[in-house]
């Protein structure tokens, strides 16, 4: 792979997608290509988590560690295109399973996983996987529709 790996960091990452302070949710991307990424994550077991709700992080909020691997490696795409990534919004998800209840009592990092199945100027669609120890967390697919370019008036 041609890309610096050990620059995409947290850091790194959150210059290439809109998720803003604690709600980029990566720490680092562990590889990628035009066609797939692969990233870590440990905060789930942080307590200020912004996605914890009575003191738990569910195993749903899963699907947003996948949505913003998807952005990641849009923003990565673009980025080695010389552009930025076209803002995008989640508009649905499909053939999610979840194979555990939560997630902020795993110790250790979490692995995700994004592979490209469409790229189209209607938007994207990705498969996504969740892992921890190897074990899967969750898994689907979710399409983004590009957002629609504001007119000067």
């Not at 035009?34 to 200020?48: F, K, N, V, Y």
């Not at 749903?60 to 949505?67: D, I, M, Q, S, T």
């Amino acid at each position: 792979m041609s890309t610096d790996l050990q620059a995409i960091d947290a850091q790194a990452i959150a210059s290439l997608i809109p998720h803003a302070g604690s709600m980029s949710l990566w720490d680092r991307v562990l590889e990628w290509d035009d066609a797939s990424i692969r990233l870590s994550a440990g905060r789930h077991r942080d307590p200020a988590h912004p996605l914890r709700s009575g003191g738990r992080l569910r195993a749903v909020h899963l699907c947003e560690y996948g949505a913003q691997a998807m952005a990641v490696h849009g923003g990565l795409r673009a980025n080695r295109a010389g552009g930025v990534a076209r803002p995008g919004l989640l508009v649905a998800l499909r053939g999610v399973a979840l194979h555990v209840a939560r997630i902020d009592d795993l110790p250790g990092a979490l692995e995700g996983e994004a592979r490209l199945l469409i790229d189209g100027d209607n938007g994207w669609q990705y498969e996504f996987r969740l892992l921890h120890a190897g074990a899967l967390l969750a898994e689907g697919r979710a399409a983004v529709m590009p957002t629609p370019a504001t007119q000067a008036g």
